[in-house]
């Protein structure tokens, strides 16, 4: 089964400045899709971004961005302009193409200081 | 539009009791379904997912089981609750097209005393 890995339990960015959090994975396919998620102290999981792994553009949304390595099976999130609001539990996630299974990672916190 | 609904929002039960949690979808048809669970301060554990009615595949061993008696019912259930089993747990869906994302419910709190 595939793995989503997330090495950075907690991560800390200034308001306003940039902040990137790592995520990497264990597949065998070619066809995939992967995501990030945020979830706030409400705990609503709210989809941040997508990425297509046959697309080789990384995507973005506004101050989000990834960067998709898929040799390296790396799919990090940057968040430009940091904002108070942006404050959660940020999950990188999986979509299996062969069984429709999806998988997260164990999340990063992150924590913006005024 | 489509919306998904779980209940109960908040949970209390003693050790050795049965558990059963609802999730309903409306709005779509033939959706993957999926059982999360959330340990305090963890990440998503894939329980469940279903891709059709009586389609389940399990992903941890464990005493849950899951149920998918309709295309838009996924029911997560227990014979006999554990201390472990107290989490958060999270009902979700996706389109059978495999570039959509999964949409969540607002979850279960769970504690087992």
């Known amino acids: 089964a595939q793995t989503v890995t997330q090495s950075q339990p907690e991560m800390s960015v200034q308001e306003a400045e940039t902040v990137t959090l790592s995520c990497t994975y264990d597949?065998?396919?070619?066809?995939?899709?992967l995501f990030w998620y945020k979830q706030p102290p409400s705990r609503q999981m709210i989809l941040v971004i997508r990425q297509e792994a046959y697309k080789q553009q990384n995507a973005t949304e506004n101050r989000f961005s990834v960067n998709f390595q898929k040799a390296a099976k790396s799919f990090s999130l940057k968040i430009s302009d940091s904002q108070l609001g942006d404050a959660a539990m940020y999950f990188c996630?999986?979509?299996?193409?062969?069984?429709?299974?999806?998988?997260f990672g164990a999340g990063t916190r992150l924590t913006v200081k005024p | 539009s489509q919306t998904i609904h779980q209940w109960p929002a908040t949970l209390v039960q003693p050790v050795g009791s049965p558990l059963s949690l609802e999730c309903t979808v409306e709005g779509t048809s033939n959706p993957n379904l999926y059982w999360y669970r959330q340990a305090a301060g963890r990440g998503l554990q894939l329980l469940f997912y279903s891709v059709g009615i009586g389609q389940i595949s399990s992903e941890v061993p464990q005493n849950l089981s899951a149920s998918r008696p309709q295309d838009r019912q996924f029911i997560l259930s227990s014979k006999k609750l554990l201390l472990s089993d107290s989490g958060f747990y999270l009902c979700a869906w996706s389109g059978p097209v495999i570039n959509t994302e999964a949409f969540f419910g607002q979850g279960t709190r769970l504690t087992v005393v």
């Open positions: 996630a999986y979509r299996s193409t062969n069984n429709n299974d999806m998988r």
């Open positions: 597949t065998s396919e070619s066809d995939y899709y």
